[in-house]
Structures are given as structure tokens and as C-alpha cells.
């Protein structure tokens, strides 16, 4: 990677500054090793991914904590850990073109990106959407296609996909979204009431529709036809 100027300041992807790369070593061990993420993949991904370069100049220094941090627009960035476990209940192995709905800060992209072919993904706010779509621009990330529009409708041109990964919590899984999944694939989106949800892994068989819960988390409302009302 080259030099990148983000958030007004240039950044040297070759010379990033070391404490970035040992705060980031610390994060994969200290909050995602240690509770129970394996895939070596997914790991590398963390590793990765500059997650300062994902948040604004004024987070930089708490970037790579154990919690969800502001990215604007009243939205969040997940926790590390919880992006992680989302990641790895996808069970990627490379080839994959995966849906995201909710870009947000770009971050769960870019580490989807670090992973798979093909990363597809929406965001319903406009700020966001320019913002971010600048910023895979500047980091590169040449396999990161981005979309303005409602994700709860999916991206029907594009599908099926082999993965939908959905950063932000519904009532219910939007119909679309499990219509574009490809038999074999594996979807994961936060489900329930507006402050609380379930962390719901949804797999699409020859046989039918398999879901496990992963347990309770906490997201921003996916707003749009098959989610909450504005
Ligand atoms: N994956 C993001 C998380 C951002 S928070 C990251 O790594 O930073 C969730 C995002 O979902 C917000 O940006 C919000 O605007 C967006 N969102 C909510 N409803 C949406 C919808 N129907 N379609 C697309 N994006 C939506």
C-alpha cells in the first residue's frame, strides 16, 4: 500500500507507526483469541486491518479497544470481538462474494475484503456512504464494491451471494436477503427489539432454513422496507 491521506493526515501504509501494529497484536490476543476465535483467517484479517484509519482523528488513540466507538451520523462501529465472531460465523475460505448491509465506517469490509473475492456492500446514509467510499478509494481496497440504497432489499443484480453479513439489528430477517443467499450460504445479522437483539446465524440447505442463536449483542436499527421505520 501506498501513502494514504486520511482524515487530513499522511499516512505511510509501508512505515505505519509501530505502537499501531502492537496495539493491534494486542487486540487479536487480549479480546478475540481469548474468547475462542480460531479461524486463522479471520485472525490474520484482525491483525490486518488499520482500524485507526476507520475511525475520526479524534479516536485514533482508542481505536483498537474492547468496545464500540462513533463513527458519526449517530452510528457505531462494533467491538472488535463481536466483528470478529461475526466474521468467523461466516466460515469464509477465500473464494467468496459476500453482501454487507450497513458500510458504516468501512471497517467490517475492509476485513471481509482482507479475507474474500468480492465484497458488496450498502449504506442507506448518504454522509456515510461518500465518506467511506473515499476512504476504500485511498486505502485501495479495489475489491470493495459500494452501494447507495435500502439494503433490507439486498442486491438482486449481484446475487446469489455465498455470504450476507448484516451490521445492524431488524425485528426479523429481511425476506430479500435469504432469497439472494446461494444454497450452501451462510447469513449472520443481529434479530430482536430495538435495544437489545441475538446475534442470528442462518445457514440455506438443499433441505431448508438452519439458525442458531450466537447470544446477545447490541446494534444500531437497520431502517428501510424490511426493517424499522425512519
Ligand atoms: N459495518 C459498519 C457498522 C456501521 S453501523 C462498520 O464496520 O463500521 C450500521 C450501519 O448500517 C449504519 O451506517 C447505518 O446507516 C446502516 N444502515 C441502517 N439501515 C440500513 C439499510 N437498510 N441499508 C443500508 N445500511 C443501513
Known sequence: MTDALVAGIKVDMKEEPKKF?????????KQIISRGVTDPLVLEAMFTVPR???????????????FPLPIGEGQTISQPYIIAEMTQSLELKGHERVLEIGTGSG??????????????TIERNNTLFLQTRKLFDTLKYHNIVTRYSDGTQGWKQEGPFDAIIVT??????PSPLIEQLSIGGRLIMPVGGNFSQELIRLEK????????NLGACRFVKLIGQHGWDE
Open 21 to 29: 501494529v502492537s496495539w493491534r497484536r494486542e487486540m487479536v490476543e
Open 205 to 212: 440447505t438443499e433441505e431448508g432454513i438452519k439458525t442458531t
Open 168 to 173: 445492524a439489528g431488524g425485528h426479523q430477517i
Open 52 to 66: 485507526h484509519l476507520f475511525v475520526s482523528e479524534a479516536l485514533v488513540d482508542s481505536a483498537y479497544g474492547d
Open 107 to 120: 471497517y467490517q469490509a475492509a476485513v471481509l475484503a482482507q479475507i474474500v473475492y468480492k465484497v458488496y
